[in-house]
């Protein structure tokens, strides 16, 4: 059964400063990972999808890179800002069977200003 | 484009009464429709999910069922609510597992 950790739970850095948020995946098999967002008391947003072939996919200031061999993704973000406050979730997809995604507990980020 | 709509945004309901969540995505066909809840410090959980019409797959067994009578409609239901029942719920939408997944803006719903 897959199972999907992100640590830390809570992060808070200052603005302008680039972080990173990590996934962990107990089965490599996967089709591929998303990244969302969450802001509170709203629905996911879908930040990047990154296919099990793919190494890393960039949108803006963000980078997501994904090693299927040591079960890691990492969602880079550059130059944070203070509306990048939210909770960030990473999800895997299996590599067959049905369709559904294991989601993370997620990783709440704030920005200080 | 396409969106996906939930109706209603918030819900305050009593223990023992109906339930029915609607889901609705514009702006695709033959969509893979999903919904999960998302209780109070808790991950998200897949509840149902949905290939085509008539076809539901259930994940947890609970006192929720879901239904798709149309291709992009999709609904939540229970006869009877229990105080567990209460939480966010979310409807998703992808094309294939190859897709990215989109979600629905929610309902908070909260049994009394």
């Known amino acids: 059964k897959q199972e999907v950790t992100q640590i830390p739970a809570a992060l808070s850095v200052p603005e302008g400063e680039n972080l990173v948020l990590n996934c962990s995946f107990t089965d490599s098999a996967i089709y591929n990972l998303q990244w969302f967002r969450q802001d509170p008391g709203k629905g996911l947003t879908s930040l990047l999808l990154i296919q099990s072939s793919q190494r890393e996919q960039t949108s803006g200031r963000l980078n997501a890179s994904l090693d299927k061999s040591s079960g890691r993704s990492t969602l880079y973000i550059a130059a944070s800002q203070p509306g990048d406050s939210a909770t960030y979730l990473c999800?895997?997809?299996?590599?067959?069977?049905?369709?559904?995604?294991?989601f993370g507990t997620g990783t709440r980020l704030t920005i200080i200003p | 484009s396409q969106t996906i709509h939930q109706w209603p945004a918030t819900l305050v309901q009593p223990v023992g009464s109906p339930l029915s969540l609607e889901c609705t995505v514009e702006g695709t066909s033959n969509p893979n429709l999903y919904w999960y809840r998302q209780a109070a410090g808790r991950g998200l959980q897949l509840l149902f999910y949905?290939?085509?019409?008539?076809?539901i797959s259930s994940e947890v067994p609970q006192n929720l069922s879901a239904s798709r009578p149309q291709d992009r409609q999709f609904i939540l239901s229970s006869k009877k609510l229990l105080l567990s029942d209460s939480g966010f719920y979310l409807c998703?939408?992808?094309?294939?597992?190859?897709?990215?997944?989109?979600f629905g803006p929610g309902t908070r719903l909260t049994v009394t």
């Open positions: 999800a895997a997809r299996k590599g067959f069977g049905n369709e559904k995604l294991t």
């Open positions: 949905s290939v085509g019409i008539g076809q």
């Open positions: 998703a939408w992808n094309l294939d597992r190859g897709h990215e997944q989109y």
